[in-house]
């Protein structure tokens, strides 16, 4: 066991090791893209070029580059902006968890429970018109694109219907320390919560409706009902038990990547300073080592969701735990 | 104790409705084993999940008469139906690979269907489990109620499964070609098992197979079933020594003799089971039967009481 987690983590390293050199290799020594061009802006004297390399230390070799910015990332954490010089990033990033952490955890526990529900309760009444009605509301969901979502979201709850009894609690735009004030942090993130889950309840709750269809079709689904076990039982012990296994999958990859990052959109819309947000604002002006430090970050969430994947699989799956 | 009667099962299809079993009537007298034999198709399953409530399929139609220690079954409620099932009604199924939960352990599973129908405590009935486990001859049964399906060998499996249906002590046990998916040797000890076990629990038996070894084995009377219907019916003495329908003697002269001259080549029965869609109005063996004659376009009856054949030809008692 513990053999197998030190495994586990020196690929993880090896993950990010992999990935940093790469997202570094794109941005400084792609052929093209000379970072120190644009910082100086364009028809910049090569004096002045020169200047610039010189003080961001790009005329260093690529090598050196990348060991210094992974040192400052990772050892000395003082890592300035491009942009604004003294800067520092690592605190930035380090601020913006807490939000993004706050949006997609609250997120996700919505849509686990709602995917789930509507999973359930679709196999267990499959063909019926509930059935219908839910995978139709599920499609639905899933092709609303969040941003649109969103606007609607706001411009209903902030200013067409803010003034009536449905929507006069909800509190302007922007993040509240849990910390500071839970109920203004809670408040504030109602709505983004079900902007974000929504897309995500009608995948899983399609997903797990098909899984569990499938898995009713087993032979060992009829070995229970000769056993003579209620039909709820059936689902939920036996059927259910079983659909589990790509459920956590799905929910691995996409709760590491919403960590990482991939809730941008939402983030925007409401105006979280997320880390999704702030890796949007740094690619507008292509602030590197931003950009390098929240894809590190997002690296190390995505592989950590799928270590965790692995382990929820150990205690879901009998079967993984003896090979 | 069961008690069939004109037994239809039908389905629903696009190309119209499909008649898998066509008026099948049989008994199952206490503690006796019946085998059931016939070829793939030929509904010998269908008609023992027909039994057990266990074709939940929409399309399915079930008519006829079911009657269980008096008690009709076709049209029972289904949480009727549940109770009996398991506990008095138990099945064991043909693949014992796929027939187990693979996220449980098979102790858990057999203490599942205890406590489904008894109020006894949690670790009772994994008492009686182990209990179970070492009736069937897993070795080690202390160890072996903590282990997942897949860590247990097929026939292993197979005991499990057995050792389950046995749990609550049914009256009637249904095998479904339990011995297909084993190898030859586990097959034998399986049959060994469930001759034993019925005797010590006096249950009766109908067992599904296509093996003719089987039920010359097994078996105290054998019913043979051929496109959804009983083709003759009897003891196991009558079939062997005495087979009337011309399908019977068929599916006997297929198997390879022990004694006297070697055949250069087994028999087979030309020709393939009946679609089920369009069946042939008569005889529904009479396209493959080699002693088919005019009277074959209507259809016979089964005639005959311990003994009974649904043939023309048939001289039965």
Known sequence: ?????????????????????????????????????????????????????????????????????????????????????????????????????????????????????????????????????????????????????????????QSRFHDTWMFSWVPPLGYKNLSDDPKGWFLTLIIPWITLAILYIGLYGRVLRASLIEALQEDYI?????????????????????????????????????????????????????????????????DLPIIMTTVMYASFFVVMANALVDVVYILLDPRVRAS | MLSVRDLRVSFRTEQGLMQAIDGVSFDVAESEILGVVGESGSGKTVSLLAVMGLINDPNAIIEGSIKYRGRELVGLPAGEMRKLRGLEIAMIFQDPMTALTPVYT???????????????????????????????????????????????????????????????????????????????????????????????????????????????????????????????????RDLFLNPQHPYTRALLDSIPPLEGKR????????????????RFKGCSFAPRCPLRFEKCAAKPDLVGTSHAAACFLAVTQ
């Not at chain 2, 055949?263 to 087979?268: A, E, G, N, T, V």
Request: glycine content about 8%; charged content about 15%.
């Open chain 1, 222 to 286: 009829r070995t229970a009902r000769a056993k003579g076990l209620s039909e709820t039982r059936i689902l939920l012990r036996h059927a259910l038990r079983t659909s589990l296994i790509s459920f956590v999958t799905l929910f691995g990859l996409d709760f590491g990547a919403l960590v990482g990052g991939s809730a941008l959109l939402t983030e925007v819309v409401f105006n979280l300073q997320g880390v999704g947000k702030l890796t949007y604002d740094a690619l507008q002006n292509l």
């Open chain 2, 263 to 278: 055949p250069r080549r087994l028999r087979s029965i030309p020709g393939s089971p009946p679609s089920l869609l369009d």
């Open chain 2, 106 to 236: 098979i102790g858990w599973q057999i203490a599942e269907q205890i406590l489904a129908h008894e109020k006894i405590s949690r670790a009772a009935a994994r008492q009686r489990a182990i209990d179970l486990l070492a009736e069937v001859n897993i070795p080690n049964p202390q160890e072996a109620v903590d282990r997942y399906p897949h860590q247990l060998s097929g026939g292993m499996r197979q005991r499990a499964v057995i050792a389950m249906a046995l749990s609550c002590n049914p009256a009637l046990l249904v095998a479904d070609e339990p011995t297909t998916a084993l190898d030859v040797t586990v097959q034998a000890q399986i049959l060994d098992l469930v001759r034993k076990l019925q005797r010590i629990h006096k249950s009766a038996v109908v067992f599904i197979t296509h093996d003719m070894g089987v039920i010359a084995e097994i078996a105290d009377r054998v019913l043979v079933m051929y496109g959804g219907r009983v083709v003759e019916s009897g003891t196991k």
């Open chain 1, 1 to 157: 066991m513990l053999l197998a987690l030190l495994q586990r983590l020196g690929q993880m390293l090896f993950v990010m090791l992999g990935i940093s050199m790469l997202v570094f290799l794109i941005f400084f020594a792609t052929p093209g893209a000379d970072p120190a061009s644009r910082i100086a802006g364009r028809g910049a004297s090569p004096e002045i070029l020169e200047a610039v390399r010189k003080s961001f230390g790009l005329d260093q070799p690529f090598y050196v580059q990348y060991f210094v910015m992974m040192k400052k990332i990772f050892i000395t954490g003082d890592l300035t902006s491009f942009v604004n010089r003294g800067w520092k990033v690592v605190p930035a990033v380090l601020d913006t968890i807490p939000v993004t952490l706050s949006l997609v955890i609250g997120a996700a526990i919505l849509w686990v429970i709602f995917g789930m529900l509507i999973g359930i309760v679709a196999a267990a009444t499959r063909g019926s018109w509930l059935d219908k009605l839910l995978m139709i509301l599920g499609l639905i969901g899933i092709s609303m694109p969040v941003f649109w979502l969103g606007e609607v979201m706001n411009l209903v709850s």
